[in-house]
């Protein structure tokens, strides 16, 4: 018998959205990990928020909302909060129940800047990373370097000179400039919307652009993402970046480090021999300079191993650049792009380490 097609709504609802989700869906095993790294972190939200005055959003709420967004590359808050609204996985994930009012989107933005200062995006990351050496994930002996350039939100069009000739007269629309044959560089010019963006050419022949410089730390047994700085994009910025990260990762066993052609310095060769890191740098070799690296390192069977494992630090990238925040960076200022750049790695290593958690067992 053909059923009827009644769509009047029920008054009351008696099913949760824990049932809703089935069993096997990968945000479980996600969501498992960001909670027990969110319940460590209530002291350091605790510091950042006031004892008085009105209850804010939760700000662990906010974080998994801001996961989302990462994981499902959805492009603005303004559209999560729409998603939030009538997605009933989204609404299980974030932690809210099926009746409650979706937060205006403009709670991002004011709540960033607490967490920012309460380091919260940093302090997830190295949670994780516990997790995975917990799970023996981790080598902590091998690693991979590089730097990838992250696009302003600002435009070349924008910038000013920095002595003020060029100004607009007054509010309203710009007066017509004749740019042509006119040099701009990181002396002369700046960007009045993203001053700490640089001007930077990824090689001959392609177009310049407003960057900032991402630097990613990746451990070789699994080629997790074990850190990460941001850096301005000057050319000097990846060797600084890559000693950095080391220094946070001390350890007392001997070490290596992997790298681009790029890491080919003796200064950067030599500071990584002083930390006990053994330098597996690609060597460049060109008619007017010589390699940095010796046959004391190079005749090893592990120097070719780190060259070729080091590629899979381009995962990293790929995945965070796919539709995600370092494709082009929609906030602007370092300090601002650095805490959302940590933030999209966090959750690239917290995917890999979800996914490798829940893998089967060898037989």
């Not at 299980?92 to 205006?104: A, K, Q």
Request: with cysteine.
């Amino acid at each position: 018998m053909r059923g009827t097609d009644v769509q009047q709504a029920g008054m009351f609802s008696y099913v949760s959205l824990e049932s809703r989700v089935p069993p096997d869906h990968p945000l479980r095993g996600i969501k498992a990990l960001l909670d027990e790294a969110l319940a460590g972190m209530s002291r350091d939200f605790e510091r950042v928020y006031s004892q008085e005055g009105r209850p804010s959003i939760p700000p662990e709420r906010l974080g998994r909302a801001s996961t989302l967004q990462i994981l499902y590359s959805i492009r603005s808050e303004r559209l999560l909060c729409e998603q939030l609204d009538y997605n009933l996985l989204f609404r299980w994930f974030v932690g809210l129940s099926i009746d409650e009012r979706i937060w205006d989107h403009s709670t991002f933005t004011k709540n960033r800047d607490r967490l920012i200062e309460a380091k919260i995006a940093r302090k997830l990351l190295r949670r994780i990373v516990r997790k995975a050496g917990q799970a023996h994930l981790l080598s902590n002996e091998h690693f991979s370097v590089d730097g990838t350039l992250i696009e302003s939100w600002a435009a070349v069009k924008s910038m000013r000179r920095r002595d003020g000739k060029d100004e607009p007269p007054g509010p309203g629309r710009n007066r017509a400039v004749d740019f042509r044959g006119e040099r701009r560089t990181n002396e002369t010019h700046i960007s009045p919307t993203d001053p700490q963006a640089r001007l930077y050419r990824k090689a001959d022949g392609q177009p310049v652009r407003l960057c900032h410089m991402g630097h990613v730390l990746m451990d070789h047994r699994e080629a997790l993402a074990v850190d990460v700085e941001v850096t301005p994009a000057d050319g000097y910025g990846e060797r600084a970046a890559a000693l950095k990260m080391l220094d946070r990762h001390p350890s007392n066993k001997k070490r290596t480090l992997a790298a681009d052609k790029a890491y080919d310095t003796s200064d950067f060769v030599g500071d990584c021999r002083v930390r006990q890191v053994t330098p597996h740098v690609a060597m460049q070799i060109t008619k007017y300079r010589d390699t940095a690296i010796d046959n004391r390192t190079s005749r090893h069977p592990g120097y070719a191993a780190s060259l070729r494992i080091r590629k899979r630090i381009e995962e990293c990238f790929g995945w965070c650049k796919d539709g995600r925040p370092l494709r082009k960076m929609k906030l602007l200022g370092q300090q601002q792009v650095a805490f959302l750049t940590t933030l999209t790695v966090g959750c690239y290593t917290l995917l890999r380490v979800a996914n490798l958690l829940a893998r089967p067992a060898p037989a």
